[in-house]
């Protein structure tokens, strides 16, 4: 009922930036938290910022001071500006939404399908 869907992600050199955007469609009534997380081959997806519907916004230490997260309610939409990209980066990116269905009112929690960000030394 509720669809993501990711884009922006490629590959870059180190040093370079990649701006990421998630969309989410559907019967939505209310989205409240919308987030990045990502996932390294071998490795466990996590989380890499989040933001509330009031703007609010949190990173994990390793992308503090070098990612950007930020969203337009009016659009359903959150976006991740990765500035000073390292090869440490590299993962598959995938987007998530909490919030309320537009016909139960009950909460749903989606994901995207992920899009990969290759990062080159």
């Known amino acids: 009922q509720v669809q993501v869907a990711e884009s922006g992600g490629g590959l870059v050199q180190a040093g370079g930036s990649l701006r990421l955007s998630c969309a989410a469609s559907g019967s939505i009534f209310s989205i409240n938290a919308m987030g990045w997380y990502r996932q390294a081959p071998g490795k466990q997806r996590e989380s890499v910022a989040f933001?509330?519907?009031?703007?609010?916004?949190n990173y994990v230490d390793s992308v503090k001071g070098r990612f950007t997260i930020s969203r337009d309610n009016a659009k359903n939409t959150v976006y991740l500006q990765m500035n000073s990209l390292k090869p440490e980066d590299t993962a598959v990116y995938y987007c998530?939404?909490?919030?309320?269905?537009?016909?139960?009112?009950?909460?749903?929690?989606?994901w995207g399908q992920g899009t990969q960000v290759t990062v080159s030394s």
């Open positions: 933001i509330t519907r009031g703007g609010t916004a």
């Open positions: 998530n939404a909490d919030g309320k269905l537009r016909t139960t009112l009950r909460s749903f929690s989606s």
